[in-house]
């Protein structure tokens, strides 16, 4: 599987960005899709998750009513809309790919996913 994230970029505090994710190399019918972030000198931290047959997303709570995921019409990319972004959601983002239906709640878990793409960095000024 290969994972392409693209859409990063700077943005004042309380702009928006609007990130992408282009998976291919299986058929997306099954398992989920992860946004993860990580800041310098920071712990990998999940963002927001869901399946990639659609349905209801995942937010973490830092996150939750400030980003929303969505689902291609291709079906096999995602897009992450993340509006009123604060300094302290600088880091660099990844998308991740898991063939396996595991509950959404064990999504925030990046253990569980098979593939991750190569990050693209979205740094948020004060």
């Known amino acids: 599987v290969q994972l392409q994230a693209s859409g990063g970029g700077l943005v004042q505090a309380g702009g928006s960005l609007r990130l992408s994710c282009a998976a291919s190399g299986r058929t997306f019918s099954s398992g989920a899709v992860g946004w993860f972030r990580q800041a310098p000198g920071k712990e990998r931290e999940f963002v927001a998750a869901m399946r990639w047959s659609g349905g209801r997303p995942y937010y973490a709570d830092s996150v939750k009513y400030r980003f929303t995921l969505s689902r291609g019409d291709a079906k096999n990319a995602v897009f992450l809309q993340m509006n009123s972004l604060k300094p302290e959601d600088t880091a660099t983002y990844y998308c991740?790919?898991?063939?396996?239906?595991?509950?959404?709640?064990?999504?925030?878990?990046?253990?569980?996913?098979?593939?991750w793409g190569q990050g693209t960095l979205v740094t948020v000024s004060s």
């Open positions: 991740a790919d898991t063939a396996t239906n595991y509950i959404l709640s064990a999504l925030w878990d990046g253990f569980r996913y098979d593939g």
